[in-house]
C-alpha cells in the first residue's frame, strides 16, 4: 500500500538552528499537510498546501516555519531558528484531490528534538 | 471542551473483551475520521465516515455517528493485545476544506 514516507525519523538540534524536515507524499496526491504532536499533547494543524501555495495555516505557522515543494515528489517543513518548544513530533500528511478522497494519510513522523 | 474530544481518556480491557471510544464535538462536521497511534510512531487512519452516515463497519471496527448529538463512537469488537495504542478522532468542518482537528485520544490497553 502506497505511504507518505518522512526524514530524518528523528533529529536532535541547537536551539537558533534551521532544521529542515523532508517528506515524500503519496504520489498521486495533490493536498498535502504538516502538523505536529508535542510529547502528551494534540495533533495540532501546521499548515496546509495545494497547486504550489499555502492553503491554510495554524497560527502556530510563524515567519520561523516555511514549506516547499521543490519538486515533482517532496515536501518540505523549515524552521527558521528552532526554539525549544518546538520538540515535538513533525507529520507529513496527503489526500487526493478527489471528491471522494477525503481519507488524509499520516507518515511515521519526525521526531525534533531541540537542546 | 474543544473540538474532537474523546472519552474515556484511557481503557484497560482483557483481550476478547469489546472496545467502546466516544468522541464528541462542537462544530457541524463534514466528516469525522478516526486514527490509531502506537506508541511514538505514525498515525494509522482506521475509518472515515460522513456527516450523512450514520454507521459504518471495517473488519472489527465499528463506527457510528450522531450529528445531533455532536458524537461519534468507535468499537473495537474481540480485541487483541495488538489493537493497544491510542485512539483519535479528527473532524474536519465545512469551515474549513483542509485540516483535521484532532482530540486528546484515548489509550486502550488490550491485557492479554
Known amino acids: 500500500e502506497p505511504e507518505v514516507t518522512q526524514t530524518p525519523s528523528h533529529q536532535v538540534t541547537q536551539m537558533g538552528q534551521e532544521v529542515i524536515l523532508r517528506c515524500v507524499p503519496i504520489?498521486?496526491?495533490?493536498?498535502f499537510y504538516w502538523y505536529r504532536q508535542i510529547l502528551g499533547q494534540k495533533v495540532e494543524f501546521l499548515v496546509s498546501?495545494?497547486?504550489?501555495?499555502?492553503?491554510?495555516k495554524s497560527e502556530i505557522f510563524d515567519d520561523q516555519f516555511s514549506v516547499e515543494r521543490p519538486d515533482g515528489s517532496n515536501f518540505t517543513l523549515k524552521i527558521r531558528s528552532t526554539k525549544l518548544e518546538d520538540s515535538a513530533m513533525y507529520f507529513c500528511?496527503?489526500?487526493?484531490?478527489?471528491?471522494?478522497?477525503?481519507?488524509?494519510?499520516f507518515g511515521e513522523g519526525s521526531w525534533l528534538t531541540v537542546v | 471542551s474543544q473540538q474532537g474530544e474523546e472519552d474515556p481518556q484511557a481503557l484497560s480491557i482483557q483481550e476478547g473483551e469489546n472496545a467502546t471510544m466516544n468522541c464528541s464535538y462542537k462544530?457541524?462536521?463534514?466528516?469525522l475520521q478516526w486514527y490509531r497511534q502506537n506508541s511514538g510512531r505514525g498515525l494509522v487512519h482506521l475509518i472515515l465516515?460522513?456527516?450523512?452516515?450514520r454507521e459504518k463497519h471495517s473488519g472489527r471496527l465499528r463506527v457510528t455517528l450522531d450529528t445531533s448529538k455532536k458524537s461519534s463512537s468507535l468499537l473495537i469488537t474481540a480485541s487483541r493485545a495488538a489493537d493497544t495504542a491510542s485512539y483519535f478522532c479528527a473532524t474536519k468542518s465545512g469551515g474549513s476544506n483542509y485540516k483535521l482537528t484532532f482530540g486528546k485520544g484515548t489509550l486502550l490497553t488490550v491485557n492479554p
Open positions: 498546501f495545494y497547486n504550489n501555495e499555502i492553503s491554510e
Open positions: 462544530t457541524s462536521i463534514n466528516n
Open positions: 500528511a496527503s489526500k487526493t484531490g478527489t471528491e471522494s478522497g477525503n481519507t488524509i494519510y
Open positions: 465516515i460522513r456527516s450523512n452516515e
Open positions: 504520489s498521486n496526491h495533490l493536498y
